[in-house]
């Protein structure tokens, strides 16, 4: 039996063949995904940019901080080129190889037919013999070799024999497998540079390498923040009840990533000996020997507090030296506030568990996000936000505040014509009125609306002690030059409020059929003055002008409840009161044509006999329209039947279209959430930035958190998000506030009141017909449990 045979690669040619397709197999993926490719610069981009001097200055910076950029392109280029030539090399030298065909055929070496004679066979060796030798000029030493087995294979019988039936002359041979490496690696010489090989890379070089980047990844939180950092915001964070601006600030310089024996991209420069004195004499309001606790009172965290100030300040520091190291804590500063405020969440969670002794309140937190803005548009809290502006400096702010166009916000001042505008701006030349045009253009206007609801509950709008609810923020992002020269927008929203707000008190004050009027045109003229009044003083959401008409109701405004009357009774009020006004005579009453002959007799009838009682008319009229309210009342049945047939498909549908949206929410889970928006106007920020929300739900009335800020990362044009609540314990009326906070720019921000009427929630069953058990199944288990008798069958139980 044939066994098995490895051979390493002597002639190196399968070696090659293995090079020459794992080459292959990184180069042609590796040219179309890694290849430089100039990138096409969108017009529209080139249209809005700005190009005040701060933007300048920041692409010169963008383009200076990435000179390695140039040559990652170039050297990109030059790796492929080369795998490319190296490709080619490969290929050449795999063709130039003779191999020795795998199949041995005799008789095709002898150029004789399949079973010719010996005599044949050796009249063609010797003849070709006579060419091959290797003694001869025309000799060939190989070729000379195959057919003298040729030959010794068709002369020889058991040779013969041999090669047709294993294709062999030597019989059956062992199952060969290549291995595409040359044979001096196994070699008894080369073995311990081999092993030495081996025990480098895998023994040493690649356990080094993990262990270094788990050492360096372990120290880090997954937004690239040192968890020491975030210890130390636990540290100080929860020391005290509220936290002010200037404290969030020296906590924030405290941050290790600004020292250099957790950080080696620190600088540390001994001209800081000189500068930071006198930069530190600028500042104002600074503090530098107030705080003596460590380590805030270390050398590293007053060089970058004093930096951060310098940067909100807007003061111009030394070129290679101090500005250089503002930018660098400048571009690690939303990732640090964003840790903060996720410690300040959690410890108000922790809080809520009594986990913690103090619960922090909400202005804590919000000072946190308002210091994001504060460094990306290097503006103090106090400033004015037009400074937000390119070319907009302090001494340009009176122009904003005239007598006789007062501009209030961003938002007004994009409202205004073009011609008001640029009266308001015309400090400024016509190129950088331009600039001031594009960035306001592109700044963004939300459309901020609210929803609440219980899920998973029968009744989704009624609020329960206790239960789960569910806000919806949907977030609508445009940019603000469609509010350019239109005024009246605001003014629009708050005229569709006045509309609806009159269809619901239409809707409550319409007049019963019986001509009763629940308020009479004065009331309601008064009362309409004073809601309009109410409206121009605070504009509230259409939920609270239902509550308000509802407490009118309430208070003894409606005379009569509404009440539903079928036709057949509206039929017979109609009749009685034209009946009663016949008997008085009176002239304004003239048969119309919907007047049934039943009802003129009855009229006639009337006017002849006045000695008749009322009442005798009464069931006169009632009898007659007898069959007629009954065939009404049928009627009303089956389109009742309809409707509700109807309502139960419509509420199918909405069930539906919410696990829809619910499937495609978690969908969107799963593909993750990505960073990239719109980019911000901050000449003063040294990288690019995005536009990031903050969104959360707050009592402003006890200053706290209800729930944990959610960070809108990815709001390019629309984005729904749910904020999740357990409700109060306690029945009542509560008023909370969701806020949307921008963490790019100042005076976007937003609140939306939503008021919850909280009901008691229901005593949870204790009795239920199904969990009653009777006497006598108590009885018949007792005796199951007694009785010895098998319910299954026995022998015995067959024998009998």
């Known amino acids: 039996m044939a066994g098995q045979k490895f051979q390493y690669d002597e002639s190196g040619a399968t070696f090659f063949y293995f090079l020459l397709s794992f080459l292959a197999l990184l180069l042609i993926p590796g040219t179309y995904y890694w290849w430089p490719r100039k990138q096409k610069e969108d017009p529209k981009a080139l249209a809005s940019e700005c190009y005040c001097p701060g933007c300048r200055k920041k692409k010169l910076i963008l383009q200076s901080t990435k000179p390695w950029e140039l040559m990652k392109r170039t050297l990109t280029k030059v790796i492929i080129i080369a795998g490319w030539v190296l490709l080619a090399f490969l290929a050449y030298k795999v063709s130039q190889f003779d191999y020795e065909s795998a199949s041995f055929d005799p008789y095709d070496i002898l150029n004789v037919p399949i079973g010719t004679s010996e005599k044949v066979i050796k009249k063609a060796y010797r003849r070709l013999s006579l060419i091959y030798h290797p003694d001869k000029e025309t000799g060939d030493e190989k070729k000379f070799m195959k057919l003298t087995k040729a030959y010794q294979a068709l002369t020889d019988d058991e040779s013969r024999k041999n090669w047709e039936k294993y294709g062999n002359p030597d019989g059956p041979g062992a199952m060969s497998f290549g291995i595409a490496l040359p044979s001096w690696i196994v070699e008894k010489e080369n073995s311990v540079w081999v092993l030495g090989l081996y025990a480098l890379v895998f023994m040493i070089a690649l356990p080094t390498t993990v262990g270094m980047w788990w050492y360096k990844s372990i120290r880090y939180s997954g937004d690239k923040v040192l968890l020491e950092t975030s210890r130390m915001y636990y540290y100080f964070l929860h020391k005290s009840n509220s936290i002010p601006l200037k404290r969030v600030i020296m906590i924030l310089s405290a941050s290790l990533e600004f020292e250099k024996k957790y950080n080696s991209e620190i600088v540390e420069r001994s001209s800081d000996e000189h500068e930071m004195p006198q930069l530190i004499k600028q500042l104002y309001n600074f503090g530098e020997k107030a705080q003596k606790e460590p380590p805030l009172s270390y050398n590293y965290s007053i060089k970058a507090r004093a930096l951060i100030h310098a940067h909100l300040s807007r003061l111009v520091l030394k070129a290679d030296t101090l500005d250089l190291d503002r930018m660098y804590i400048v571009k690690k500063c939303p990732y640090l506030i964003q840790e903060m405020v996720g410690v300040v969440s959690q410890l108000i969670l922790l809080a809520y568990a009594q986990r913690v002794p103090r619960l922090l309140n909400i202005e804590t937190i919000e000072n946190c996000m308002k210091l994001c803005p504060m460094i990306v548009q290097a503006l103090w809290e106090y400033k004015s936000p037009f400074m937000q502006l390119p070319y907009i400096t302090e001494d340009h702010i009176k122009h904003f505040d005239n007598k006789k166009k007062r501009v209030r916000s961003i938002q007004h001042l994009a409202q205004l014509k073009n011609e008001e505008r640029r009266a308001t701006l015309k400090f400024l030349s016509d190129s950088q009125y331009e600039d001031l045009v594009k960035v306001l253009g592109r700044m963004p206007y939300i459309d901020f609306k609210v929803r609440c609801e219980v899920i998973d509950d029968e009744a989704t709008t009624v609020y329960t002690a206790g239960a789960i609810v569910t806000v919806t923020v949907q977030l609508k992002r445009r940019d603000m030059k469609v509010l350019f020269g239109d005024d009246s927008f605001a003014d629009k929203h708050h005229i569709e409020l006045e509309k609806n707000a009159a269809k619901e008190t239409d809707k409550s004050e319409k007049p019963l059929s019986n001509g009763n009027v629940i308020e009479n045109n004065e009331d309601f003229e008064n009362k309409e003055t004073k809601d309009d009044d109410k409206e121009k003083k605070v504009t509230k959401g259409i939920w609270q002008q239902k509550r308000q008409s ?251």
């Open 550 to 800: 509802g407490k009118g109701k309430k208070s003894g405004n409606v005379k009569k409840p509404k009440a539903t009357l079928s036709a057949s009774a509206k039929k017979k009020i109609k009749k009685k009161e034209k009946l009663e006004k016949a008997k008085l005579g009176d002239p304004e009453i003239k048969e119309t044509e919907d007047d049934k002959p039943e009802e003129k007799e009855q009229l006639k009838d009337s006017n002849a006999s006045s000695n008749d009682d009322s009442d005798s008319d009464n069931e006169s009229s009632s009898d007659a329209s007898g069959d007629e309210s009954e065939k009404s009342d049928a009627e009303e049945t089956v389109d009742d039947k309809k409707k509700v047939s109807s309502n139960n498909d419509d509420d199918d549908d909405d069930d539906w279209d919410k696990f829809q949206s619910g499937a495609n929410k978690k969908d969107r889970v799963l593909e993750g959430r990505t960073k990239q928006s719109h980019l911000v106007h901050s000449p003063y920020f040294p990288e690019e930035k995005h536009e990031y929300w903050w969104v959360y739900l707050s009592d402003r009335k006890s200053r706290t958190l209800l729930t944990v800020p959610y960070h809108v990362t990815e709001l390019v044009d629309e984005e729904e998000i749910q904020l999740k609540f357990t409700a109060p314990r306690w029945p009542g009326v509560y008023v909370f506030a969701v806020c949307l906070r921008s963490d790019s720019y100042f005076g976007f921000d937003q609140m939306h009141d939503i008021k919850l009427d909280v009901k008691e929630a229901p005593e949870p069953l204790t009795e239920h017909p199904q969990w009653d058990i009777s006497d006598e199944e108590d009885d018949t288990k007792e005796e199951d449990k007694q009785s010895d008798i098998s319910e299954f069958t026995t022998d015995e139980d067959v024998e009998d």
